[in-house]
């Protein structure tokens, strides 16, 4: 007989459960990267040539772009210090040029009469708020979601144990048996795609690739392995019977080779009614 656990033992179990680890933010890139972008964004608006006004918005973007290549997490958070520690450096510099060396920033028309000092001043504060308030935090955000999707491939990729790779031109049945296996299996995916089925997932396992198709009209899922290494043996046939047996979610497999089909492999399909094999030939004359 089981023995009932107490509210509080639940409490506790549930209390002992391993959270993930905080990513820390990285204040030493924060700073680097906000005292330069500050002090290099104030440099270019304070800058003699009116022309370099249109790094004002580039540079900032270029400083979150280089922090979000550098943090593993909170990007929000990573950008919003930042664009703070910019903009602050930014008003304290151009505070310094303004007032105590009575500089104008690039943006003033020359053509009207000279602003004061305040004047300049509510120029600069105003610029900082359109360009080193939002972009650094923005260049920031995209940076670090590029990197992820990035590693998601990467892992995707890892997980798969390979990848698909555009086959080129197959017109021929000498064409189809010089195809490497990551580019015959990507043929025969765009042909069962031709034939009204879609691709889901595709996995190398040693010498094979299993593309896991659905087919449009019926949902039904079939397992296709790919194969390059020898000619088509029974046991090959025996196994993804089994693979089948052991996921029944799947309707159907198929083996398909560019090279040739063993006679014994062929009786040991006819055999099997969810079991079909197809040689290269069969694959051009379906590809028409």
């Given at each position: ?102 500089a104008k920033p690039a943006l ?53 144990g390979g990848q698909l790779e ?123």
């Open positions: 007989m089981a023995t009932p656990v107490s509210q509080e033992t639940k409490t506790d179990l549930k209390d002992t459960k391993p959270q993930a680890p905080a990513v820390p933010l990285l204040w030493r890139q924060l700073w680097i990267a906000g005292l330069l972008t500050g002090l290099v964004w104030c440099l270019v608006i304070f800058a003699p040539f009116s022309y370099m006004i249109y790094l004002a918005g580039v540079i900032p973007i270029g400083g979150g772009i280089y922090l979000g290549r550098k943090i593993q997490g909170r990007a929000l958070v990573h950008g919003v210090i930042f664009s703070l520690i910019a903009s602050a450096t930014a008003l304290l510099l151009g505070s310094i040029l303004v007032f105590t060396l009575s003033n028309d020359p053509s009207q009469p000279a602003p004061t000092a305040q004047g300049n001043f509510l120029t600069l504060a105003m610029m900082v708020g359109m360009t080193l308030l939002p972009f650094p935090a923005y260049g920031t955000v995209m940076a670090r979601r590029g990197q992820e999707r990035t590693q998601a491939m990467r892992d995707e990729m890892s997980a798969r555009r086959p080129g031109r197959v017109v021929s049945i000498e064409d189809l048996e010089s195809l490497p296996l990551p580019k015959f299996g990507s043929w025969v995916a765009q042909l069962f795609r031709n034939n009204n089925f879609k691709l889901k997932n595709y996995k190398f396992n040693k010498d094979v690739i299993d593309l896991y198709l659905e087919r449009n009209e019926t949902a039904e899922l079939w397992l296709v392995r790919c194969t390059i290494s020898e000619s088509l043996k029974p046991g090959q046939v025996q196994e993804l019977y089994q693979d089948l047996r052991d996921n029944p979610e799947w309707h159907k497999g198929v083996i398909v080779t560019s090279l040739k089909v063993q006679d014994g492999a062929r009786k040991s399909a006819k055999s099997r009614p969810n079991v079909e094999v197809l040689d290269g030939e069969t694959l051009l004359e379906i590809n028409g």
